[in-house]
């Protein structure tokens, strides 16, 4: 079975500040993906990054970075100089490739409110 | 490129009234997903159809809820008859078959009262 587990359920902080969103997943496949979605209020899950798991390379997208480690079932999101508009809950999610088991089934964390004050 | 369409956004009912739901997925999607998301919780898959195909209901409470994607476009899922406990946002989602990256509607929030 798979599990991913977003530990943090709510983070604050101060516009412009760094902010990293932990997830740690569980799963018996070998090859598999890794997302991170954007939840504003307006309630439309936004896609943000997908990764392989045989692709250990970190990745950054503008203010957005993502670090995969393998070795410890981490796939962390941080959001440098952190603006108003990040304010949302943020979903780690973990899904099965083509031929294996999880195929095709996103298997959500409990998501993390990131709140973030002028 | 239009989203995924659902509707309504909306639906206040009561307890053992039924009540449906309805998805456009992006134009060429042939995969198709319904998701329950309750308040404070990630979404949890209840159906996933490839094409017209359910090819995995593992999760759908088959006592009540039912789905069907005829045509293999859009869908519908409805709930009959709703309970207190049904109260949550529903979400569909599509995708291209192989590619794993899923792209989700506004969802439709439902209150049972």
């Known amino acids: 079975a798979q599990k991913v587990t977003q530990a943090q359920t709510e983070i604050s902080v101060v516009e412009k500040e760094d902010v990293t969103l932990d997830c740690v997943y569980e799963?018996?496949?070998?090859?598999?993906?890794l997302f991170w979605y954007k939840q504003p209020p307006s309630g439309e899950l936004v896609f943000l990054i997908r990764?392989?798991?045989?692709?250990?390379q970190n990745e950054i997208s503008g203010r957005y970075s993502w670090n995969f480690q393998k070795s410890t079932s981490s796939f962390n999101f941080t959001i440098t100089a952190s603006q108003v508009v990040d304010s949302a809950v943020y979903f780690c999610?973990?899904?099965?490739?083509?031929?294996?088991?999880?195929?095709?089934?996103?298997?959500f964390g409990q998501g993390t409110i990131l709140t973030v004050h002028p | 490129e239009a989203g995924v369409v659902q509707s309504p956004r909306y639906k206040i009912i009561e307890k053992k009234q039924p009540v449906a739901f309805w998805c456009n997925p992006i134009?060429?999607?042939?995969?198709l997903y319904w998701y329950l998301q309750n308040l404070g919780q990630g979404p949890e898959l209840l159906i996933r159809?490839?094409?017209?195909?359910?090819?995995?209901d593992s999760q759908l409470p088959k006592d009540r809820f039912s789905a069907e994607r005829l045509k293999g476009v859009d869908s519908t899922l409805k709930i009959q008859p709703a309970e207190l406990g049904d109260s949550a946002v529903y979400l569909c989602?599509?995708?291209?078959?192989?590619?794993?990256?899923?792209?989700f509607g506004p969802g439709t929030r439902l209150t049972v009262t």
């Open positions: 134009s060429g999607h042939n995969t």
């Open positions: 990764r392989n798991s045989f692709d250990e």
């Open positions: 799963t018996r496949d070998t090859t598999y993906y």
């Open positions: 989602a599509s995708s291209l078959e192989d590619r794993g990256k899923q792209y």
């Open positions: 159809y490839e094409n017209e195909e359910a090819v995995d």
């Open positions: 999610a973990l899904s099965g490739i083509a031929g294996g088991t999880s195929y095709g089934k996103l298997t």
